[in-house]
Nanobody, 120 residues
Framework: QVRLVESGGGSVEAGGSLTLSCAAS?????MAWFRQAPGKERELVARIYTDAGLTLYANSVKGRFTMSQDGAKNMVLLEMNSLNPEDAGIYYC????????????????WGQGTQVSVSS
């Protein structure tokens, strides 16, 4: 398994921005960000194919969130803009050795999560 360490969570007002970081102990085929709001199931926010840099986003974050990678550092970032209260929750970084890496069961490595709070 790959060790993943997230950072960058915090509290912002609606309309604000945050950038999350995830440092991986090794390179994997696919990395993703999931989030889980209180009382809701965990959902995929964005994922990236690390070899080609291809990204995919949930409809709810398209145009506001950007996932990128720093291959030299085995790190992925999630830049979140125009945040609203519906974006609040625990954000998890995940890594997969397989594709298409869309569902939770495809990810074998998970970070501990970082809290994002958005006040209205």
């Amino acid at each position: 398994q790959v060790r993943l360490v997230e950072s960058g969570g915090g509290s912002v007002e609606a309309g604000g921005s945050l950038t999350l970081s995830c440092a991986a102990s090794a390179t994997t085929s696919c990395m993703a960000w999931f989030r889980q709001a209180p009382g809701k199931e965990r959902e995929l926010v964005a994922r990236i194919y690390t070899d080609a840099g291809l990204t995919l986003y949930a409809n709810s974050v398209k145009g506001r969130f950007t996932m990128s990678q720093d291959g030299a550092k085995n790190m992925v970032l999630l830049e979140m803009n125009s945040l609203n209260p519906e974006d609040a929750g625990i954000y998890y970084c995940a890594a997969s050795v397989s594709r298409p890496c869309m569902a939770e069961y495809e990810f074998s490595s998970w970070g501990q999560g970082t809290q994002v709070s958005v006040s209205s």
